[in-house]
T-cell receptor, first 113, second 114 residues
């Protein structure tokens, strides 16, 4: 199974600022994803991070708000831009391996004041 | 569009009890289903992955079954322990070309009392 790390583990940010979250996997994965988990809710897929090209966003999520990079097979970043309190959530990175089994990072807990 | 429902939303049991968590999904043309565990404020830990060709998978005290025809999966936990207390999430992929995308249920919050 893949081991996935994320940085930072948590942050408290001011309204209007941006935060970049890093995700590192310890082995090559076929696909990488970014999810959001709002308080008390389940996970919602933000986008699929594509190596060397633009991410594929789900309905309701746009590149200007959540720019994503994936420069190589094992690393990706998600930026939450121009933050508001509604962006307070846990952001999770995942990677898929054999049989499309997905493995998750520990998450980044974001609080926007 | 895949929809996943988990019942019950919360469950509280005494230590040692056997229990079953239920998951249903609307699009049965899936090729696998995955169960996860989430501790408060933490990421997800993959528990079991069941391929569509399998009817069940076992890992230690956990056993997951899959019935594609009825759109159901169950997670059986034997001899529950306080350390099993967590939220358990079921996730099913979309069918067709986007079958790598997972749709999650809202989870079952399990509390095992010593």
């Amino acid at each position: 199974s893949a081991v996935i790390s994320q940085k930072p583990s948590r942050d408290i940010c001011q309204r209007g600022t941006s935060l970049t979250i890093q995700c590192q996997v310890d082995s090559q994965v076929t696909m990488m994803f970014w999810y959001r988990q709002q308080p008390g809710q389940s996970l919602t897929l933000i986008a699929t991070a594509n190596q060397g090209s633009e991410a594929t966003y789900e309905s309701g999520f746009v590149i200007d708000k959540f720019p994503i990079s994936r420069p190589n097979l094992t690393f990706s970043t998600l930026t939450v831009s121009n933050m508001s309190p509604e962006d307070s959530s846990i952001y999770l990175c995942s990677g898929s391996g054999a049989y499309n089994e997905q493995f998750f990072g520990p998450g980044t807990r974001l609080t926007v004041l | 569009k895949q929809e996943v429902t988990q019942i019950p939303a919360a469950l509280s049991v005494p230590e040692g009890e056997n229990l079953v968590l239920n998951c249903s999904f609307t699009d049965s043309a899936i090729y696998n289903l995955q169960w996860f565990r989430q501790d408060p404020g933490k990421g997800l830990t993959s528990l079991l992955l069941i391929q569509s060709s399998q009817r069940e998978q076992t890992s230690g005290r956990l056993n997951a079954s899959l019935d594609k025809s009825s759109g159901r999966s169950t997670l059986y936990i034997a001899a529950s322990q306080p350390g099993d207390s967590a939220t358990y999430l079921c996730a099913a992929p979309n069918s067709g070309g986007s079958n790598y995308k997972l749709t999650f249920g809202k989870g079952t919050l399990l509390t095992v009392n010593p």
